[in-house]
């Protein structure tokens, strides 16, 4: 069993088309750690790293970081695309971190946060946060407004009336406000447009966790029903937005 599976998010069979998912929005990444005062050279931890997403717009900051990431396909993607020698990966969990109590200036999630018990990880960020450190959470999110967003979400709702995004599309502000130990909680959000080939774009629903798990016997029918929405087209413009969240300890 993997760490994944003992949180009931396994991403061994997702991992091969997870980084066919958009990268998320450079300068966003970049004013939200000018703003919060991070230095080149701050020790940061990447906590669900994946493939090295967040892990690679971190790293281009300047920070020291340490990317944990329990999935050992994920971790192996990472590495392949050279992240191995930008980052120090371990194996672990957001649940558990494995460094020193008040070691880093930033703890970070790229959309991990979501698969965890929201108050032991906050718990745990507090634990490792220098005092005055920084936690930050991120996600990209389809934009919904787009004409064939709203047929995707037409179509999963015909298989799934009761089809639930998760936390990932809400806010995280009521699991801060619970945990009491966090301050100026800030969003910010960026948009863009994404210009891929229609096959990646299917590709990457088949890592779609959320969707996967409510699926079950399902998910088969639906990723079919996706092909036959995009029909012969071979290119598509995806809007999507970054969305961001920033507090301190």
Avoid at 14 to 38: E, K
Avoid at 82 to 90: E, K, M, P
Avoid at 123 to 151: F, K, M, S, T
Wanted: negative net charge; aromatic residues 8%.
């Amino acid at each position: 069993m993997t760490l994944n599976q003992a949180l009931d998010w396994d991403y061994t069979e997702l991992a091969s088309t997870y980084d066919l998912r958009p990268d998320y929005a450079p300068n966003l990444v970049r004013q939200a750690l000018n703003r919060i005062g991070c230095q080149a050279g701050d020790a940061a931890l990447d906590v669900g790293a994946g493939t090295g997403k967040l892990t690679a717009l971190l790293c281009d900051y300047g920070l020291d970081l340490t990317a944990l990431e329990p999935n050992d396909r994920m971790r192996e993607i990472a590495l392949s695309k050279g992240l191995g020698q930008r980052a120090r990966w371990l194996a672990g969990c957001g649940d558990a971190l494995p460094v020193a109590n008040q070691s880093c200036a930033l703890v970070a999630f790229g959309s991990s946060f979501n698969v965890l018990p929201a108050q032991v990880a906050l718990a745990e960020c507090a634990r490792v946060l220098r005092p005055g450190g920084h936690w930050l959470a991120i996600w990209n999110h389809r934009d919904l407004d787009d004409p064939l967003q709203r047929d995707v979400e037409a179509l999963i709702r015909r298989h799934l009336p009761d089809y639930d995004p998760g936390r990932r599309r809400r806010s995280p502000e009521p699991d801060l406000q619970a945990h009491g130990g966090w301050h100026a909680l800030q969003a910010q959000e960026e948009h863009f447009v994404v210009d891929l080939p229609a096959e990646d774009w299917l590709a990457a629903w088949q890592s779609h966790a959320t969707l996967s798990r409510q699926a079950g016997a399902k998910r088969p029918a639906i990723l079919a029903e996706l092909r036959r929405l995009v029909g012969t087209v071979q290119s598509l413009r995806v809007p999507y937005f970054s969305h961001l969240w920033t507090a301190h300890r």
